[in-house]
């Protein structure tokens, strides 16, 4: 078997309607219906205290319909960046941990994934992603709250243990980039490709 590295871009940025819609989301969201997951294996040994990634599917929450025409704006902004069309979000759920809340590693579909860190202290469990063509460094993600950070799905992650009484409340997806930009496909038509022989 060849193993060879792709790089693979990720972002972190300043969701800047954060401070607009915060208040708003996060009401919206206590108002929500939610299971609570925990897991005590030596598998993934969850313990997230409300979500409702059972409903993840469901464009007709209130905290989904208050939420995506702000998010899918942010979402094909990173689309283009990348050289994409398009976002197509696949699913949307919020995830709240409350102390010793945590998400042991895990990885997800579709082509992207990430975390909007909609109430998050410096005490918070921190998102940490491996790294599989560095020894599988972990790669620990320094947000604050009102950041984005979006990976490829296949990125093996968790979020660590919540230490104190801070209550964190995130918002992960799964999203498509669709549709290479037309410049993008001209662009890379011109680069010479690199030969891996088996």
Known sequence: MLKFKLDTPCILNTFKDHKKIKNNLIDLIKKTYSDKLKINDNYYGDLIHRLDWSKSTDPKRKWTKYLVP??????????NQLGYQEADIKNLWFQQY?????????????????????????????????????????????????????????????????????????????????????????????????????
């Open 70 to 79: 702000f998010i899918q704006k942010y979402f094909d902004d990173c689309a």
């Open 98 to 198: 409350n102390i010793n809340g945590k998400h042991g590693w895990h990885i997800h579909s579709e082509n992207y994934t990430g975390v909007y860190y909609v109430k998050f202290s410096e005490k918070s469990g921190k998102t940490e992603l491996i790294n599989p063509f560095l020894q599988n460094k972990k790669i620990i993600i320094n947000a604050k709250e009102g950041d984005i950070i979006i990976f490829p799905s296949y990125v093996i992650h968790r979020a660590t243990e919540q230490l104190d009484n801070s209550e964190k409340i995130i918002v992960s997806f799964n999203i498509n980039f669709n549709k290479i930009l037309p410049d993008v496909i001209q662009r890379i038509n011109n680069i010479k490709g690199k030969n891996y022989v088996h």
